[in-house]
């Protein structure tokens, strides 16, 4: 499946953006997705995930403020981002795993991967 994230962009400490990734190629149903990120000099770390039947997991920095959403019919999911910090500044990955029916927190078990959206968030 090919996977094109989207939606990433400059914005200010305390804004909002949303993030777009959608996957073709591939049914999308049964599948987990995830989103990462990877700020400069650091390594990459898991966001959000969530599965085709909507359970969810997000890692504890981001739980109060970003929110992860699937679209099956649209092949797309979605991470909603709120009260930026600019330790949120990193490229962001959407990726997909098959055959998982639960959110997954390691990047290994994806299979394929984004190419990713800066987002960058100024203080």
């Known amino acids: 499946v090919q996977l094109q994230a989207s939606g990433g962009g400059l914005v200010q400490a305390g804004d909002s953006l949303r993030l777009s990734c959608a996957a073709s190629?591939?049914?999308?149903?049964?599948?987990?997705m995830g989103w990462f990120r990877q700020a400069p000099g650091k390594e990459r770390e898991f966001v959000a995930s969530?599965?085709?039947?909507?359970?969810?997991n997000y890692a504890h920095s981001v739980e109060d403020r970003f929110t992860v959403s699937r679209d099956n019919a649209k092949n797309t999911v979605y991470l909603q981002m709120y009260m930026l910090k600019p330790e949120d500044t990193a490229v962001y990955y959407c990726?997909?795993?098959?055959?998982?029916?639960?959110?997954?927190?390691?990047?290994?078990?994806?299979?394929?991967w984004g190419k990713g959206t800066l987002v960058t968030v100024s203080s």
């Open positions: 969530i599965t085709s039947s909507g359970s969810i």
């Open positions: 990726a997909v795993g098959y055959g998982y029916n639960r959110p997954i927190r390691s990047p290994t078990l994806y299979d394929d």
């Open positions: 190629g591939r049914t999308f149903s049964g599948s987990v």
